[in-house]
C-alpha cells in the first residue's frame, strides 16, 4: 500500500468533559486532522498496455446515508459517468491530455491536472510506473456537477480503472480508491464514502484511512431494495456544506447517531430495508445543519415519508433527496410525491428516479485490443 504522509480536514472525534460544567452533556470536539496517503510506484516493472483503448463506466453514489457521515456508502444503478481511454503515440510519454468533455457540464477543465479524472488517472499512472506511453482521455459526464450523487467520485473512479484496465488489470481495489482518493481530495476532500462505492459497488464501510481500510456489505441478493432519488435544480458544491458543519456536538447526539449507523449496517447485512430507511432517517448532527441549505429539503422527506417510504435523507452533500422502499411501483409514487414537495415549498423542479443498488461498481465497458 502506499505511504501515509501529510494531514488534511476531516473529522476523527476527541471526546472531552467542560471542566466548567461537570454534568451531562458532554460534547465531541472535532478536530481536523487527516493523514494522506501519498501514491507511490506499486508496480516492480512498468507494465505494457495490453488494449489500444479501453472505455469504462463508474456509477453514481449515494455517500453518508444519513449517520454515516464519511464512512457509510452505496452505489446505485443505471446512472454515472463513462471514461474512453486510447494509447496516443502524440502524447508525451508517461502524460495523459484530456481531448474531450461531454455530457451534463462544460465547466470541467480539460487540464489533467485540474480535472477529476485527470488527477485519478495520473495517480494509476504513477502507481503503475508508466514512463514509456502517452494516453489520451474522453470524459462523458452522466451525472451533474454538485448533485450529492457523487459526480466527482464516478469521474475519477471510470478513469482509474481505465487506466489499469488498459495495463492489464495491474491494481486491486485498495489501490484504485487510493488514486481515486487522490481526486477527491483537491475537489471535495479526503473522504472516501463516494469513491469506495463508485469502484467496488455496494454498500461500503470505512473503517479508518490511516491505514485505508474498506470493509464492503453485502445486500442479500434475494431481498429487495430501491432508492427513489430527486433531484432539485439547485447545486449544493460539497465544499459549502462540509462548511456548515458544526465543530462541536452534544454526547447524546454523537452516542444517537453510532446505535443508527449500527442498525444501518445490520439492516445493510440482513437485507432489512424497513430498519434500513428508520436508520438512514435518523441522523441528528448532519442533515439537521444541511437541509435547511436546500430549498423545500424538509417538506421533501415528509412527503417520502407519508408516501410510504421506509426512510429519506439527503444524498451526500446534496441536494439530491433519497428515499429508501422494497418495490418499483410504490418508488415511482413516492418520487411523484417528493417532486411535488420540491415545487411546492422549495419552488425547484426536479427530477425523480428509481434505482437498485448497483453491486459492481467501476468496470471495463469495451475494448480494443493491440
Same mark, same amino acid.
Given at each position: ?28 470536539? /472535532? ?9 507511490? !510506484? ?9 488494449? $489500444?483503448? $479501453? ?72 502507481? +503503475? ?26 469521474? &475519477? ?7 489499469? %484496465? ?9 489501490? +484504485?480508491?487510493?488514486?481515486?482518493? #487522490? ?46 432519488? $430527486? ?15 458544526? !465543530?462541536?456536538? @452534544? ?16 439492516? /445493510?447485512? #440482513? ?15 448532519? %442533515? ?9 429539503? %424538509? ?13 429519506? !435523507?439527503?444524498?451526500?452533500?446534496? @441536494?439530491?433527496?433519497? &428515499?429508501?422502499?422494497?418495490?418499483? %411501483? ?5 418520487? #411523484? ?27 471495463? $465497458? ?5
Amino acid at each position: 500500500m502506499a505511504s501515509l504522509c501529510f494531514q488534511s480536514p476531516s473529522k476523527p472525534i476527541s471526546y472531552f468533559q467542560p471542566k466548567s460544567n461537570p454534568s451531562p452533556p458532554l460534547f465531541a470536539k /472535532v478536530s481536523v486532522f487527516r493523514c494522506r496517503a501519498s501514491v507511490q !510506484t506499486l508496480v516492480a516493472v512498468e507494465p505494457e498496455p495490453v488494449f $489500444v483503448s $479501453v472505455k469504462t463506466f463508474a456509477p453514481a453514489t449515494v455517500a453518508n446515508l444519513g449517520p454515516g457521515f464519511d464512512f457509510l456508502g452505496c452505489a446505485v444503478d443505471g446512472l454515472g459517468d463513462h471514461v474512453t481511454l486510447r494509447v496516443d503515440p502524440s502524447v508525451r510519454a508517461g502524460e495523459i491530455s484530456i481531448s474531450e468533455i461531454t455530457g451534463t457540464t462544460a465547466k470541467l477543465s480539460t487540464n489533467p491536472l485540474r480535472n477529476c479524472a485527470g488527477i485519478a488517472a495520473i495517480a494509476t499512472m504513477k502507481m +503503475l510506473g508508466i514512463r514509456s506511453v502517452g494516453l489520451s482521455l474522453d470524459l462523458h459526464k452522466g451525472l451533474p456537477l454538485g448533485s450529492g450523487l457523487g459526480s466527482s467520485a464516478a469521474s &475519477a473512479a471510470a478513469a482509474a480503472v481505465a487506466v489499469n %484496465e488498459i495495463f492489464g488489470r495491474k491494481l486491486g481495489n485498495d489501490e +484504485l480508491v487510493l488514486a481515486g482518493l #487522490e481526486s477527491e481530495a483537491k475537489v471535495s476532500g479526503y473522504h472516501a464514502d463516494n469513491i469506495a462505492p463508485a469502484i467496488m459497488g455496494g454498500f461500503v464501510l470505512i473503517r479508518n484511512y490511516e491505514p485505508l481500510d474498506l470493509k464492503p456489505l453485502r445486500f442479500p441478493s434475494d431481498k429487495d431494495l430501491f432508492f427513489v432519488l $430527486v433531484s432539485p435544480e439547485f447545486e449544493a458544491p460539497t465544499k459549502k456544506m462540509r462548511a456548515a458543519l458544526p !465543530t462541536e456536538i @452534544p454526547m447524546v447526539h454523537h452516542v444517537w447517531n453510532s446505535s443508527q449507523a449500527a442498525a444501518l449496517v445490520a439492516a /445493510v447485512l #440482513e437485507g432489512d430495508a424497513v430498519m434500513l430507511g428508520k436508520a438512514l432517517s435518523s441522523d441528528k448532527i448532519v %442533515e439537521p445543519t444541511r437541509a435547511p441549505l436546500i430549498p423545500g429539503m %424538509e417538506a421533501v422527506k415528509k412527503a417520502a415519508l407519508e408516501a410510504g417510504a421506509f426512510g429519506c !435523507t439527503i444524498s451526500g452533500a446534496g @441536494p439530491t433527496a433519497v &428515499a429508501v422502499i422494497d418495490s418499483e %411501483e410504490k418508488g415511482q409514487v413516492i418520487g #411523484e410525491k417528493m417532486v411535488e414537495a420540491f415545487w411546492k415549498v422549495g419552488h425547484l423542479k426536479s427530477v425523480a428516479s428509481v434505482k437498485k443498488l448497483d453491486k459492481v461498481g467501476a468496470r471495463l $465497458v469495451n475494448s480494443i485490443s493491440r
